[in-house]
């Protein structure tokens, strides 16, 4: 059985069970969250700013604004935290809604809308969604 990546404490607080290159896989994951959140270009871009309603070619510009504006926000957070050997609850929950965002866009941007596209993957691609699944898994059993 692997060893448990946050634990949640006594007093509340999350703690962080990463190594080196835990953090480092996070580090690029939450970046590329913040890149595609101000880049056009950023492949993940187009996965971000899609409408609440897909049968909408488009939302509500106040509803788009303030979903941009969470996603920027938490994405932040959590870069600024990533260091920190504990997190507050608003802290975790940046670090698990920016997991779930690239999660949602890696699976986007690669056409993996299905069981038979995720078997099919390449192994580097299956290997990066089964190790965000795996942080958000472990980071969502501390709630």
């Known amino acids: 059985m692997s060893a448990k990546l946050f634990v949640r404490r006594r007093d509340g607080r999350i703690e962080v069970r990463l190594n080196d290159a835990g953090r480092e896989v996070l580090h690029d994951t939450f970046g590329r969250v913040v890149a595609a959140e101000r880049d056009l270009e950023h492949e993940w871009h187009l996965s971000l700013n899609s409408p609440i309603n897909p049968s909408n070619d488009d939302d509500d510009p106040l509803s788009t604004l303030a ?3 969470e996603i920027a926000t ?6 600024m935290t990533l260091n920190e050997q504990f997190l507050n609850d608003a802290e975790a ?8 965002i690239a999660l949602r866009s890696t699976a ?3 056409g993996i809308l299905s069981d038979e596209k ?4 390449p ?3 299956l290997e990066e969604i089964r190790t965000i699944q795996q942080f958000l898994f472990d980071l969502a059993a501390c709630f």
Do not use: D, G
Request: glycine share 0%; charged share 15%.
């Open 67 to 69: 979903r941009q504006n």
């Open 74 to 79: 938490n994405a932040e957070l959590a870069v």
């Open 93 to 100: 929950w940046a670090w698990l809604s920016t997991l779930q």
């Open 108 to 110: 986007v941007a690669n």
């Open 118 to 121: 995720l078997e099919s993957a």
């Open 123 to 125: 192994p580097e691609l």
